[in-house]
């Protein structure tokens, strides 16, 4: 079991550019989240995935923000046109599906973003 | 809808002294609650979790907490803090269906002085 991985772990941009950061999930774990955690405050839920299909989006996803999961393992996080407020960390969970809410989520280390 | 309240953006304690941090939680149906504990530049770790049965848990490094029902809490304690200690702590509640996503609080900052 090597954990949930993320790439990069930094980001720095400029405002206007695109961004584009992976998630790699525990194998067997077939439940993947998108977090994003700003200075001060808790994570905050973007999106989920169930394998490949995207379940629920958060309003906080706004139509820059596109994730993927297309072969139901890592999972990519886009934000096109960066704008300021999107400077946060980005964090990835996943959890198995087999006991439901039992489950606890295990996280990766994030990303950290920065738009200049 | 839930949400989760954490009393106390920083908290400090003397390495020795009890620490409690708190958390209150508001759900329409029985929650699921954890408490997740995050050290610079790593990712959130799980300390507990409380699904159902016994109301008191125990998590790892020495922490617990309790389920209080008609207090709507579930604050973390330990006995005895030590340096290690000092990280930010979050508490959540979970959907109990659909997603499961996890609604977090704003955390708390744990401080040990020596």
């Known amino acids: 079991d090597t954990g949930v991985s993320q790439d990069p772990r930094h980001k720095i941009t400029k405002r206007g550019q695109n961004v584009t950061f992976r998630c790699d999930p525990i194998?067997?774990?077939?439940?993947l989240y998108w977090y994003r955690q700003t200075l001060g405050q808790g994570p905050e839920f973007l999106t989920y995935?169930?394998?490949?299909?995207?379940?629920?989006k958060s309003r906080l996803l706004s139509d820059r923000f596109s994730a993927e999961r297309p072969k139901g393992s890592f999972s990519t996080l886009e934000i096109q046109r960066t704008e300021q407020g999107d400077s946060a960390m980005y964090l990835c969970?996943?959890?198995?599906?087999?006991?439901?809410?039992?489950?606890?989520?295990?996280f990766g280390p994030g990303t950290r973003l920065t738009v200049l | 809808a839930q949400s989760v309240t954490q009393l106390g953006s920083h908290v400090s304690v003397s390495e020795g002294a009890l620490v409690l941090l708190r958390c209150n939680y508001s759900?329409?149906?029985?929650?699921?609650l954890f408490w997740y504990v995050q050290y610079p530049n790593q990712g959130l770790q799980l300390l507990l979790k409380?699904?159902?049965?016994?109301?008191l848990v125990k998590g790892i490094n020495g922490f617990e907490a309790e389920f209080k029902k008609s207090e709507t809490s579930f604050h973390l304690t330990k006995p005895s803090a030590h340096m290690s200690d000092a990280a930010e702590y979050f508490c959540?509640?979970?959907?109990?269906?659909?997603?499961?996503?996890?609604?977090f609080g704003t955390g708390t900052r744990l401080k040990v002085l020596a």
């Open positions: 969970a996943s959890s198995p599906s087999d006991r439901g809410p039992y489950n606890e989520q295990f």
């Open positions: 194998s067997e774990h077939n439940r």
């Open positions: 995935f169930q394998n490949e299909a995207q379940l629920e």
């Open positions: 759900s329409s149906v029985p929650p699921y």
């Open positions: 409380y699904t159902t049965g016994a109301t």
């Open positions: 959540a509640v979970t959907l109990t269906s659909g997603t499961y996503k996890y609604i």
